[in-house]
């Protein structure tokens, strides 16, 4: 099984900065570049949505529309560690952030996209953005 564990929200005024981290382990847990990471975010009474991935080596990202030119994301596979940089941050920007993994193979080397599936799912963490 593999332990995703996100840390690094929190409340921020309306064009603040966060920065969230997602750090990888486990028991039967392989190599951290066998999967590509993202993550999602979940509002009250909306789906969960994909914000920002990134595949295996770090060389490729998919990044919502509603997040681009604010939301960078970035890994480092030495630390079994993606990183959320949130800038500009907006109300609207409010939810539970899911860390997220994806075995390599199923991406085909690519991040995750919409309708890709998720292979492991870390416990969220809230990010409130006051107004």
């Known amino acids: 099984q593999v332990q995703l564990v996100e840390s690094g929200g929190g409340l921020v005024q309306a064009g603040g900065s966060l920065r969230l981290s997602c750090a990888a382990s486990?028991?039967?847990?392989?190599?951290?570049?066998?999967?590509?990471m993202g993550w999602f975010r979940q509002a009250p009474g909306k789906e969960r949505e994909i914000v920002a991935t990134?595949?295996?080596?770090?060389?490729?990202?998919y990044l919502a529309d509603s997040v681009k030119g604010r939301f960078t994301i970035s890994r480092d596979n030495a630390k079994n560690t993606v990183y959320l940089q949130m800038n500009s941050l907006k109300p609207e920007d409010t939810a539970v952030y899911y860390c997220?993994?994806?075995?390599?193979?199923?991406?085909?080397?690519?991040?995750?996209?919409?309708?890709?599936?998720?292979?492991?799912w870390g416990q969220g963490t809230q990010v409130t953005v006051s107004s």
């Open positions: 997220a993994a994806t075995y390599a193979y199923r991406t085909l080397s690519g991040p995750i996209v919409p309708g890709t599936g998720v292979d492991y």
């Open positions: 990134v595949n295996w080596s770090g060389g490729k990202t």
């Open positions: 486990g028991r039967t847990f392989s190599t951290f570049s066998d999967y590509a």
